[in-house]
Nanobody, 124 residues
């Protein structure tokens, strides 16, 4: 059973940076897709970025392009989301999720396991 745990959330001022980490365990395939999602109060869950391990494929939402970078850490069981130039509208609970690597995209229906989330708050 795949398990995911997020870390790295916090509070920053606009223009600042945060690095979120998603530690994954329990998967048996050589490769996996890890996605980052966010949900602000009163809004729908939004896909931010996804990474397909073993292939290095990345997927970004328009809101993340040019500011966020998703990558796999050297530990291989951790996928990070580096968030730069943060804006107040980035404030949300951020979740990571796992999908079969051949289903890698920003479609939340592809994902079978989810973490508990980490809060990101950006003040103006």
């Amino acid at each position: 059973q795949v398990q995911l745990k997020e870390s790295g959330g916090g509070s920053v001022q606009a223009g600042g940076s945060l690095r979120l980490s998603c530690t994954v365990s329990g998967y048996t395939d050589n490769n996996i897709c890890i996605g980052w999602y966010r949900q602000a109060p009163g809004k729908e869950r939004e896909g931010v970025a996804a990474f397909r391990t073993g292939f290095g494929d990345t997927f970004y939402a328009d809101s993340a392009l040019g500011r966020f970078i998703i990558s796999q850490d050297a530990t291989e069981n951790t996928v990070a989301l580096q968030m730069n130039d943060l804006k107040p509208e980035d404030t949300a609970m951020y979740y990571c999720a796992a999908a079969e690597h051949w289903r890698c995209s920003l479609d939340p229906q592809s994902y079978e396991a989810w973490g508990q989330g980490t809060q990101v708050t950006v003040s103006s």
